[in-house]
């Protein structure tokens, strides 16, 4: 039992201590040995987890696990030359040792943890093992079996919430469905579904182990929201008494205890004009919605395609994009007006610094050259950003065949549901 005990605790006692900030001060390795230590007897009788994932936590991810549901912040240390600095050379690193799974360290060195890929594929539960990579600026963080393993790990103590806008559903659909298998939101939003409502492919997501809200109006706009954890309360557009909007831009719905809403903020055009003094207003309307329907101390999630970079570093380059909309005084004033209400930026916060962007134009290569702006977030009440464990952008789904401009934004949640 004492070994039993001592692999219990890199899975449990191990992510705990990270959330003290043990493991992001002593390194991931420091992080798996005080877990290991405070593990013994710490694993209940009714864990919520097989000593399969016990296993595949201490052999292969106990000290990822500690890092990832806890830990400090990448630094912003440069990367090493035996680390990864790119996707290719971190795509030819894996390919010369394509049997072991890989992951960057809090100090973004290249670490290499233990086991193989087959050894977690021969155990249950980690069918799941081609590797992909979530993007922090220039340096990939695996998710394969480790992603796994967090979740499972801690079962219904976590959240996972994204925000795709997909440009047109109809058309992405053969890449979001492959994306909700693999990456297994507990929630997402989507944003420019472009579908009416009797259009919208509910059975194809309940297929899948999703309840769904969509508030379409055909051809432009429309968002939706699909959730497995649950799904009350759903409602489009603005509360009443607010001036309604003529597109579909907003729904919100309950899931998992937590007052979820999917926004599409108008696009804006040219500053100055209609379409311009339409985004304030509506920016507006929407904090009003808050007011009125929910409460900053509770659980709440504002999530969607925001058509605002609030920083200058949240563009490629601000000088490309002056006398624009996105970036105007004006549009940042109105976003923080809504954050003011009582919405944090955990990306932000986990991420200073530029290079971190959410949008590539398909014009002009501008994916392949990282010039892109960041207008996507998961934005939640202090109650949450508390608890958000991880934040990060999800590339891949900008990539391949016929992607969306727009990359998935993840936020992971710890305890979510107060």
């Not at 379409?216 to 008494?241: C, Q, Y």
């Not at 994916?367 to 991880?390: N, P, W």
């Not at 016929?402 to 949640?413: E, F, Q, T």
Request: hydrophobic share 40%; aromatic share 8%; proline share 5%.
């Amino acid at each position: 039992m004492l070994a039993d005990a001592v692999l219990a605790g890199a899975v449990v006692a191990g992510v705990d201590a990270a959330g003290t900030g043990v493991a992001g001060i002593g390194g991931a390795s420091c992080g798996w040995l005080i877990g290991a230590a405070a593990g013994v007897g710490v694993l209940p009788a009714d864990a919520p987890f097989g000593w399969d994932v016990v296993l595949a936590g201490a052999v292969a991810r106990g000290a990822v696990l500690a890092w990832l549901v806890g830990a400090e912040p990448f630094s912003a240390a440069k990367v090493s030359r035996h680390s990864w600095g790119t996707e290719r050379g971190f795509s030819r690193y894996c390919s010369r040792s394509s049997s072991t799974s890989h992951a960057l360290g809090p100090d973004g060195s290249g670490v290499r943890f233990g086991a193989t890929r087959k050894e977690l594929s021969d155990l249950p539960g980690m069918e799941r093992t081609r590797t992909k990579y979530l993007s922090v600026g220039h340096r990939y963080l695996t998710y394969s079996a480790e992603f796994v393993v967090v979740r499972r790990a801690l079962g219904s103590r976590t959240m996972l919430v994204a925000t795709w806008n997909v440009n047109s559903l109809n058309a992405r659909m053969p890449r979001v469905e492959p994306w909700l298998e693999e990456v297994q939101p507990d929630v997402l939003c989507l944003q420019e579904t472009k579908m009416a409502q009797d259009a919208f492919p509910t059975s194809a997501f309940s297929e899948l182990g999703y309840e769904s809200v969509h508030h379409g109006e055909g051809r432009w706009n429309g968002v939706a929201i699909l959730s497995r954890v649950g799904l009350e309360d759903p409602f489009g557009g603005f509360a009443d008494g607010i001036e309604a909007d003529t597109d579909a831009r907003l729904v919100s719905a309950t899931c998992g205890g937590v007052r979820i809403h999917s926004v599409y903020v108008p696009n804006g055009r040219e500053v100055d004009h209609d379409h311009y003094h339409y985004k304030l207003s509506w920016l507006s309307r929407l904090r009003s919605h808050l007011e009125a329907t929910a409460d900053p101390a509770s659980p709440v999630i504002v999530a969607g395609d925001w058509n605002i970079a609030p920083e200058d570093q949240d563009v490629w380059d601000p000088a490309a994009f002056e006398g624009a909309t996105h970036v105007t005084e004006r549009e940042r004033a109105a976003l923080s007006n809504v954050m003011d209400w009582g919405l944090i930026d955990t990306f932000r916060q986990r991420h200073p610094g530029p290079g971190l962007y959410s949008y590539y134009d398909y014009q002009a290569g501008r994916f392949h050259k990282r010039e892109g702006i960041r207008i996507d977030f998961v934005l939640s009440t202090s109650i949450l950003a508390e608890r958000c464990v991880l934040d990060v952008v999800d590339r891949n789904g900008r990539k391949g065949t016929k992607p969306s401009d727009h990359c998935p934004v993840i936020a992971v949640y710890r305890d979510p549901a107060i």
